[in-house]
């Protein structure tokens, strides 16, 4: 369709942002100024569009390609790799994909998972252009690179080494074999997560089956003839889990979940033998040794060292924390008048219920009762505020707009402190579930910042909405979660410099999570709760006693649930490893012997998490351990410079600068030494999880 570099310039011109970066300059009302999408009413919409993406690609790459040697600068091969139509830098990649998590339309959703995989074959060729690696290299070795900025060389090592990583160094043969290899991975994927959003599995239960689950919850959810009808969808999901005292029924839930999900298991072992092959085709050992090689950890023997430290101080904890379980369990059948066998066991659904009872019990942590004083719409407003306060930045509520669904809000995000009246960038909120949407909570990056446009991210999540029976109330997890993703957005909005529009200005995987792990903190300091808090009824805060509870609870089970996340991270790694499992039965044995391994508890037969834990078919795969090194990490952050006051303004701008501002680009150890003041250590996580010691 692009045959020549004026038709190529007509396009660029058409996806031109809506509102430019300084809304103060334009004097731009930031509570009008929207972002650029035009969200498709059809699919046909959706592949036209993708097609024009995907074409303008092919002409952008020819255009360097075209640049005669002697003329090669960064202007003309450089930063036409950092910008539109690569990338997401171009509003028309998110509109045509973005919809397959979120449209209500099913048809909708196929055309742009469709669009999706278009894009990831488009990425797949652009990659393996030899034509366009040797102009890079021809501007490597020009005299022009020897005077490009440490920002621009940092761009220039990355996309050379990205062509390296990339498979330019096979034949043309085994170029082709690899290309295949990483298209049908996408597609894998895509099937993977289509399975999750699309999943309409429903039960339904007599109110007696619930025992033990808020009223309201319950009538939320009744049917005409009185039964609780019940998906696999968290907010159903995991009240059951928490609070149903009728054991037959979680376990009837738990096992129902874990055998949905369609061919997922056969997907995940397609997955992870396609990756092994890839990653050997380019001399690595394992897919595992391929993604960590670009990581902090280095290496799969590094990730498994760090592991096994983590597992030698956590496992005494994880043990004693089984025995308590165990020992809830039978005092609980006692007060039944039942009598459990001994050894007492411990079910898989049976230790969210009984660390809630436990909680209850001997902390007077009632998370219920805990409920009543986190209603959403408080709960939001608050955490914007204190977002607000603590980065320098102002947000304004944008009330007309162009959304895929009515529940959709959208913000734009300006400078307070260093550029007054700048606009940083926008973000959408969609928190409530609905059919066909994505099933868990994740930020999404939308859109990339550039000269000319601010990035723009939504979030995605499945918080309970309001209903008929009462406000929407949020468990405190709930509450740390929203928490958590919010550090997302801002870590995307803030990033500055247009490199980092740009996946090579990612940070790696395994420090990404840290700084929304370190605002997590904020969730349990008193002062917080207190502006956190407002019973849906009284209007009062969380009373200080149940403040303590809250506090003092924190770390109830931490062994158990930090050797779960071990066991996560392992059978991550396992699967991903030198040798994979190559058949269903293979996988089954790996899931049945890490389970008891490291979780402690039995696997139950015929149940396979692999179904639904959806980070290992996405970018997550070999790096899941990434949320407890950067846990490590974040924790070191907090204690060094917020534990004192973590309102402290000055600490809140250095964050900002230090640590979300510089995205990628850099080392990210002397990042966190300039922000910390010192090299990163373990001690301040060893102390903020209570069971571990040095």
């Not at 280095?298 to 904890?317: L, N, R, T, Y």
């Not at 917020?642 to 600068?657: H, I, Q, S």
């Not at 373990?682 to 903020?688: E, I």
Request: aromatic fraction near 8%; charge should be negative; hydrophobic fraction near 40%.
């Amino acid at each position: 369709i692009f045959t020549d570099s004026a038709i190529l310039d007509r396009y660029l011109l058409s996806t031109s942002a809506l509102c430019i970066m300084d809304a103060k300059k334009m004097k731009m009302d930031p509570s009008v100024c929207i972002p650029p999408f035009q969200w498709p009413k059809t699919p046909e919409e959706i592949h036209t569009t993708a097609d024009e993406v995907v074409a303008a690609g092919h002409a952008n790459l020819d255009a360097i390609v075209a640049v005669p040697d002697a003329e090669v600068s960064c202007e003309n091969v450089l930063y036409p790799l950092m910008k539109a139509p690569n990338y997401k830098t171009n509003h028309k990649v998110c509109q045509s994909k973005f919809l397959q998590h979120c449209s209500t339309d099913p048809a909708i959703r196929e055309a742009a998972a469709s669009a999706g995989k278009k894009f990831a074959a488009f990425k797949v060729l652009a990659r393996g252009r030899k034509d366009v690696y040797a102009k890079v290299l021809k501007l490597r070795d020009s005299p022009a690179a020897k005077s490009l900025s440490d920002y621009d060389q940092h761009f220039l090592n990355s996309i050379i080494k990205d062509f390296e990583r990339s498979g330019l160094g096979l034949s043309a043969e085994k170029q082709k074999e690899f290309k295949d290899m990483l298209e049908e991975d996408s597609n894998v994927c895509s099937k993977y997560g289509q399975n999750l959003s699309s999943d309409k599995t429903t039960l339904l239960f007599n109110p007696e089956e619930l025992k033990g689950c808020p009223q309201g919850f319950l009538d939320a959810r009744k049917q005409d003839d009185g039964k609780i009808k019940l998906t696999l969808k968290y907010p159903d999901y995991i009240p059951v889990m928490q609070n149903c005292s009728v054991s037959e029924t979680r376990k009837k839930l738990f096992m129902t979940r874990e055998s949905a999900y369609g061919n997922n298991l056969e997907l995940v072992l397609q997955g992870i033998t396609l990756r092994k092959k890839i990653a050997s085709i380019l001399g690595h050992k394992s897919w595992a040794h391929f993604v960590t090689e670009t990581r902090m950890a280095q290496s799969p023997e590094k990730v498994a060292q760090f592991a096994s430290d983590i597992k030698s101080k956590a496992m005494p904890g994880a043990e004693s924390d089984l025995r308590d379980l165990a020992d809830m369990k039978k005092e609980l059948a006692k007060e039944n008048g039942e009598e459990l066998p001994e050894p007492v066991v411990v079910e898989k659904w049976d230790s969210s219920f009984l660390h809630q009872h436990r909680l209850k019990r001997n902390y007077g942590v009632d998370n219920e009762k805990v409920r009543e004083y986190f209603p959403l719409d408080h709960v939001v407003e608050v955490v914007l505020q204190i977002y607000q306060e603590l980065l320098g930045l102002k947000f304004y509520e944008i009330k007309e707009f162009e959304a895929w669904h009515p529940d959709v809000r959208l913000f734009s995000v300006v400078d307070q402190a260093e550029e007054p009246g700048k606009l940083m960038g926008h973000f959408y909120l969609d928190l409530h579930p609905r059919e066909g949407k994505y099933g868990h909570a994740a930020i999404f990056h939308l859109l990339k910042r550039t000269e000319t446009q601010a990035p723009v991210d939504c979030m995605l999540c499945n918080l309970p909405a309001a209903t008929e029976a009462g406000p929407a109330l949020l468990l405190h997890s709930n509450v740390v979660t929203f928490f958590h993703e919010f550090g997302h957005i801002m870590h995307g909005l803030c990033a500055e410099g247009v490199g980092n529009a740009t996946r090579l200005a990612k940070c790696p995987r395994d420090f990404v999570e840290a700084p929304s792990q370190m605002l997590e903190n904020w969730c349990w300091q008193p002062n917080v709760l207190k502006r956190l808090s407002k019973h849906y009824k009284s209007s009062e805060p969380l009373p200080e006693s149940l403040q303590a509870s809250l506090v003092a609870a924190k770390n109830v089970h931490e062994g158990i649930f930090m050797m779960r996340q071990i066991y996560l991270g392992t059978l991550d790694m396992t699967i991903h490893g030198e040798t994979p499992p190559t058949t269903l039965d293979e996988m089954q044995a790996v899931v049945d012997k890490l389970s008891k391994e490291l979780s402690l508890m039995e696997n139950p037969k015929g149940c396979n998490m692999l179904r639904n834990f959806g980070h290992l078919m996405n970018q997550y795969s070999a790096a899941y351990y990434g949320y407890l090194w950067a846990e490590v990490l974040s924790a070191d952050m907090f204690a060094s410079r917020f534990e004192a006051n973590c309102f402290d303004k000055e600490a809140g701008l250095d964050y900002r600068k230090k640590v979300l501002a510089v995205g990628g680009v850099g080392d990210i150890n002397e990042h966190l030494k300039s922000f910390i003041g010192r090299e990163p250590n373990r001690s301040a996580f060893l102390r903020s999880r209570g069971i571990l010691s040095e």
